[in-house]
């Protein structure tokens, strides 16, 4: 049912606890904070979880869920501390997003920015 996720851990699983069916993926390891990512879900039908778990398994080998938890300013900032550019750039791009990015966006989570919202920041501007 399951497949392994290196070093022994099972890619995806699902568990009874009570009357429900959890179901569990490994996602793998988030690029700047270095923790383990899950998805989880749940429901009272088995068959139901067994598709959950294929749904969780296509999502990941597509990479279609978030690599990150991370916010948008969190992310920033390490993408900061590794762009090379002049001091001058890097002093300006560091105002543009202490200014306008991150009191509309800094806390959002990077998996969460949708098309919708960039929108919605753009006409906010």
Do not use: C
């Not at 959002?108 to 098309?115: D, L, Q, R, S, W």
Request: glycine share 10%.
């Amino acid at each position: 049912m399951a497949k392994r996720a290196g070093r022994g851990r099972e890619r995806g699983h699902i568990r009874k606890r009570g009357k429900s069916y959890q179901v569990l993926m490994y996602a793998g390891t988030d690029p700047l904070t270095g923790r383990e990512l899950r998805l989880v879900e749940s429901t009272t039908d088995e068959g139901e979880a067994h598709r959950i778990l294929n749904r969780m398994r296509a999502e990941v080998e597509a990479r279609e869920n978030a690599r990150t938890r991370a916010t948008l300013g969190a992310a920033l900032d390490k993408w900061l501390e590794v762009h090379e550019a002049e001091q001058s750039t890097l002093d300006g791009y560091r105002g543009y997003i202490r200014r306008s990015i991150e009191p509309a966006l800094g806390d959002e989570a990077v998996g969460k920015i949708t098309p919708q919202l960039l929108e919605e920041f753009y006409a906010q501007l």
